[in-house]
């Protein structure tokens, strides 16, 4: 499976973007959609943060960062997820990556963390000035 995360760039404080991630390479698609995808990002010498993620119930989960300004959704005819970022802040600069076969629900924090997927793009880098 390969995931290609596209849709980052550079706006101002307050602005808006939407990433895409596009899948390619599944075998058994019905077994990819049974676990969550989701977004993270990742600043330089930090740890990778979990920023939202999506069931194959349609159930999200978001990081309280973020809360209010971003929404994750899936298409689920070919699996392509999106993030919508909006009233972007400073503090949202970071080279965001797409995931995916990670746990199989949202209901706990488990979905914020990297360790739980098996699949990662090479990301985009989001700038927020």
């Known amino acids: 499976v390969q995931l290609v995360e596209s849709g980052g760039g550079s706006v101002q404080t307050g602005g808006t973007l939407r990433l895409s991630c596009t899948v390619s390479?599944?075998?058994?698609?019905?077994?990819?959609?049974?676990?969550?995808m989701g977004w993270f990002r990742q600043v330089p010498g930090t740890k990778r943060e979990g920023v939202a993620a999506?069931?194959?119930?349609?159930?999200?989960g978001y990081a309280d960062s973020v809360k209010g300004r971003f929404i994750i959704s899936k298409d689920n005819a070919d699996d392509t997820l999106y993030l919508q970022m909006n009233d972007l802040k400073p503090e949202d600069t970071a080279k965001y990556y797409c995931a995916a076969e990670g746990p199989l629900f949202v209901g706990t924090r488990s979905w914020a963390a990297p360790s739980e997927y098996n699949v990662w793009g090479q990301g985009t880098q989001v700038t927020v000035s």
């Open positions: 390479g599944v075998i058994t698609p019905t077994h990819f959609r049974r676990y969550c």
């Open positions: 999506i069931d194959s119930e349609g159930n999200t």
